[in-house]
């Protein structure tokens, strides 16, 4: 494999995190603004239906959507560092994505008492805005992989801002008065995932035009250096495979980061709401950081597994360990501010009479740098075609952590919260670490 391949593979891992943290932290602002709007525009119970609404599409769609995402995200990149042409994979990724659309139509439609009466107060429009975004972000998810697996990252960082550009764009027409109510509102949720498309023409485009000459079929198996290391043939079967174990790493997420405030809530009655708005706060020390290190997940992802089809195993590791080191020397400081200042600043953020305890704050400072670097070793497995073994692990540590919660029941239930969240971070990001030195 010549220099001029090798360089772009090991430059842009942190050129294309560097873009897409940009473009992340742009949108996350944007996103904010939206919010900020609607809160204005709307009345509070309103207001409320659309902060449901909005949860209810992005759990969903994290969980069914991001698993396509990473299969091609990966699989572009290891086909385009081995030299494989052809569109077999697309095919692939596209048949398991709209599988997994139709299963959640399926499952909206049976459920449509649920979630309209019960999730959505009774309102029509909202149950069919959800449905309708949850779909959209089915072809929205699919180019994020698209784009991620060609290293196209300032246009996956141009469709993020343009999705969270046009959606707020709705709520401040009903703010200065173009608009009006609550549905208006919502509909930038629809619009939003196709407006954000109009990058992938530009990318087709650019791919065209700048396409570098592949082997062919015959060619590849004829090479020695792509025969050594190449992986089976991409079916239907391996694709939906992998989808379905990174499907469950995504399950085993969301049960790390709401399971905690959900059981309080439902296990402490009365008080059990209050208190799990207390515990959101809290975990939102790991919950926000979450959002600019998609960034780091979207870039590595390919960048390793570029580097592992090239057989580069220094700086495969090299790029890991320098992901680790800066994660912990992150999270470090996130903990010393905790340590110094945290209960004064959480107050200040978040107002309220509660109390949040000094030590506590460190114990999820702490293990937000667990969870992170065991979400960089998760992507790193990723790369090696690890993703059941490593889905193995994230599913036995959620539910360790679920039980946890569940079984046992400590005086103060935050304490246990942060308790839990540390060892169950820290078990996840060992038992990652083992099986990732192991292979």
């Not at 699919?142 to 991620?148: E, H, I, K, T, Y």
Request: charged content about 15%; glycine content about 10%; some cysteine.
């Amino acid at each position: 494999m010549s220099e001029s391949v090798k360089a772009p593979q090991r430059s842009g891992y942190g050129r294309g995190a560097a873009i897409l943290s940009a473009g992340i932290g742009t949108t996350g602002l944007i996103t904010f603004a939206y919010f900020s709007l609607a809160s204005y525009a709307l009345p509070a119970s309103q207001y409320g239906q659309i902060t449901l609404l909005w949860s209810a599409i992005f759990i969903t769609v994290s969980v069914l959507y991001r698993p396509v995402e990473q299969l091609l995200s990966r699989t572009i990149a290891d086909r385009d560092a081995r030299g494989i042409s052809g569109n077999e994979h697309l095919r692939i990724a596209a048949t398991i994505q709209l599988a997994l659309g139709l299963v959640f139509a399926a499952t909206a439609l049976a459920l449509r008492g649920p979630l309209q009466d019960d999730l959505l107060g009774g309102a029509e429009a909202l149950y069919w805005i959800l449905i309708a975004s949850v779909l959209a972000y089915a072809a929205s998810y699919f180019a994020r992989g698209f784009l991620a697996g060609h290293h196209r990252f300032g246009l996956y960082g141009g469709l993020v801002l343009m999705e969270a550009t046009s959606r707020c764009l709705f709520a401040l027409a009903v703010t200065v008065g173009i608009a009006e109510g609550q549905t208006a509102v919502a509909l930038g949720m629809v619009a939003a995932p196709l407006v954000s498309l109009a990058v992938v023409p530009w990318a087709l485009g650019r791919r065209l035009r700048r396409q570098a000459p592949v082997l062919g079929p015959q060619e590849a198996a004829a090479d020695p250096e792509a025969e050594a290391a190449g992986e089976p043939e991409f079916t239907l079967a391996r694709g939906a495979g992998f989808a379905v174990a990174v499907l469950l790493i995504m399950l085993s997420e969301q049960t790390f980061l709401n399971a905690g405030p959900l059981l309080v809530k439902v296990s402490d009655g009365d008080q059990g709401a209050a208190l799990a708005g207390f515990v959101f706060n809290v975990l939102l020390i790991a919950r926000a950081p979450l959002q600019l290190f998609q960034a780091i997940q979207t870039s590595i992802l390919p960048h390793l597994t570029r580097l592992r089809a090239g057989g580069e195993s220094d700086p495969f590791r090299r790029s890991v360990n320098i992901t680790l080191t800066a994660i912990a020397a992150f999270a470090g400081c996130v903990a010393l501010v905790m340590l110094a200042a945290g209960p004064a600043l959480m107050g200040v953020v978040f107002g309220g009479s509660g109390e949040y305890d000094r030590g506590g704050l460190v114990l999820i400072s702490l293990g937000m740098g667990l969870y992170l670097s065991a979400a960089t070793l998760n992507q790193a497995l990723l790369a090696r075609a690890l993703a059941r073994a490593a889905s193995s692990c994230w599913v036995a540590t959620a539910a360790a952590f679920a039980l946890f919660l569940v079984l046992v029941n400590f005086d103060d239930r935050v304490l246990q919260v942060e308790t839990a969240y540390l060892g169950a971070a820290l078990a996840l990001c060992g038992a990652l670490y083992a099986l990732y030195r192991r292979d």
